[in-house]
């Protein structure tokens, strides 16, 4: 029968019958490790001899494999096109993971192959990302099963170096823009904001290095000997630092702050609980911007954060005043921050507070994005979620962490919807990761719902 219940069930079958777990397993024994350059010929066997003949193969695509223009890091394209007046879907994946470390896993775990033990199915990449675009993928394959087609268009995009960067991923979008072109991204990474909580996030916040230098002088000097006459460059550097981020962490720079918390992202984040989980640390009451609350200051706020900070020999002090110091920090920022002018914002806060001699050097940034939470499609996709869990989604306007989100929301101008189905002690890019199994099953049902709605009443459709 075509009907929303029944898609729904052959995907609580695909999963109870073992199906999922045998495709999982086959994509996790590909050792996809991105950061490790010997393992290029991998990164493309994953996309030639795993997905490619999946999505021809079960779901009618048409699907090759590129190069990527900025190294080794191939890139997958597939289509399938059923009609010009039928909304059209982007959906996304990364088939990459990070290095596996088989060293560091507990006895009995192998990050190559899926270990279920309970509710926990071991394996590097099955929680990132393996797992979650194998479930949108069988959630299609569900839809085309038992309507007999999609009722919309698709278009596949898998990269193979999201854990490096995503190095190439912006460049590909904008000279495929138009084969990429789509009313809608749909996608799954990261958590959702507890495990019993389905999760809709609709971006992420940007991610910005940069490192504050302070090299006065060649060697050290002994510090009984010329103490109180040299410049201590350690000194200047936690002066600087503190100038900029204070003792409570609240950002003390007007250009590296945000103008405000938008109603619409105060209203969502409203009923959103941050940590409280087993293995969460305690959120540090006091700290960050004063007056927002912990989930407004983690996903509509930014931060400044001192990764690293070094001078002298820290493991091994001596009576020496260095000559150098160095602070490799980072901001994270929300949409409405000038990121592409953090150089030029932090050298005029320094100059204007005596501290010419700090050196600024800004890394690669990736973008801030968050589409309107506001949007039709926004509340379709809560619409679809509640109706097949019977619960509230959360709504988070964007992720605390960063995705290459800005790639399909910037060079494509896409509304982008992101569907978690992870949760946040998976131990992602850790040793002993894992894919929580009620979550993936419920995630089956949540994307066959989805799809099956996607092809029967869009905003696309509604809103022509």
């Known amino acids: 029968m075509m009907t929303r219940a029944a898609v729904i069930d052959c995907a609580t079958e695909y999963y109870d019958s073992g199906e999922f777990l045998a495709d999982l397993g086959r994509r996790v024994a590909f050792a996809t490790e991105s950061q ?32 990527n223009p900025a190294g080794d890091y191939p890139l997958l394209v597939a289509t399938r096109h059923e009609g010009d007046e039928m909304p059209t879907v982007l959906v996304y994946g990364h088939g990459d993971v990070v290095l596996g470390e088989p060293e560091r896993w507990r ?74 072109a789509a009313d809608v991204l749909i996608a799954s990474d990261g958590p959702r904001v507890a495990a019993e909580r389905p999760t809709l996030f609709l971006g992420s916040r940007g991610s910005t290095p ?16 010329w103490g109180g006459l040299l410049r201590n460059p350690a000194t200047v550097l936690g002066a600087a630092l503190a ?64 990764l690293s900070l070094a001078a002298g020999n820290p493991d091994t002090p001596v009576n020496a005043i260095p000559g150098s110091a160095h602070a490799h920090c980072q901001l994270r920022s929300v949409v409405g921050t000038d990121v592409d002018k953090l150089g030029v914002i932090l050298r005029t806060h320094l100059d204007d507070h005596g501290f010419a001699m700090v050196d600024v050097e800004v890394g690669p940034t990736m973008p801030p994005t968050r589409t309107d939470p506001d949007d039709p499609w926004v509340h379709w996709a809560l619409g679809s979620i509640s109706r097949t869990t019977g619960a509230e989604p959360a709504l988070l306007p964007n992720l605390g962490g960063s995705l290459p989100n800005d790639a399909f929301a910037g060079a494509l101008g896409l509304c982008t919807l992101w569907i978690p189905h992870s949760y946040p002690a998976c131990a992602q890019h850790a040793p002993d990761e894992h894919l929580l199994a009620p979550v993936a099953r419920e995630g089956l049902r949540i994307m066959a719902g989805l799809f099956w709605d996607l092809g029967e009443d869009s905003p696309v459709r509604s809103h022509p």
């Open 36 to 67: 490790d350059r010997a393992g290029a010929r991998t990164l493309r066997s994953y996309l030639t001899d795993e997905l490619a003949p999946a999505l021809t193969g079960r779901l009618g695509c048409e699907a090759r494999v590129i190069d």
């Open 107 to 180: 006895p009995g775990l192998d990050p190559w192959q899926v270990v279920v033990e309970g509710d926990r199915w071991y394996g590097r990449g099955t929680a990132d990302n393996k797992g979650q675009h194998t479930i949108n993928f069988a959630a299609l394959e569900q839809v085309l099963r038992v309507r007999g087609r999609l009722g919309f268009n698709l278009k596949v995009l898998v990269e193979t170096g999201e854990e490096s960067g995503s190095p190439g991923l912006r460049t590909v979008c904008a000279q495929l823009r138009d084969e990429l």
């Open 210 to 225: 940069f490192t504050l230098r302070v090299d006065l002088r060649e060697g050290s000097y002994h510090s009984g000997n």
């Open 243 to 306: 100038s900029i981020v204070d003792a409570r962490g609240r950002i003390l720079v007007s250009g590296l702050r945000p103008r405000e918390v938008p109603e619409n992202v105060r209203e969502a984040l409203r009923d959103i609980a941050v940590g409280g989980g087993p293995d969460d640390p305690p959120v540090d009451d006091g700290w960050g911007e004063p007056g927002l609350t912990p989930a407004e200051r983690l996903v509509g706020w930014n931060s400044v954060e001192v």
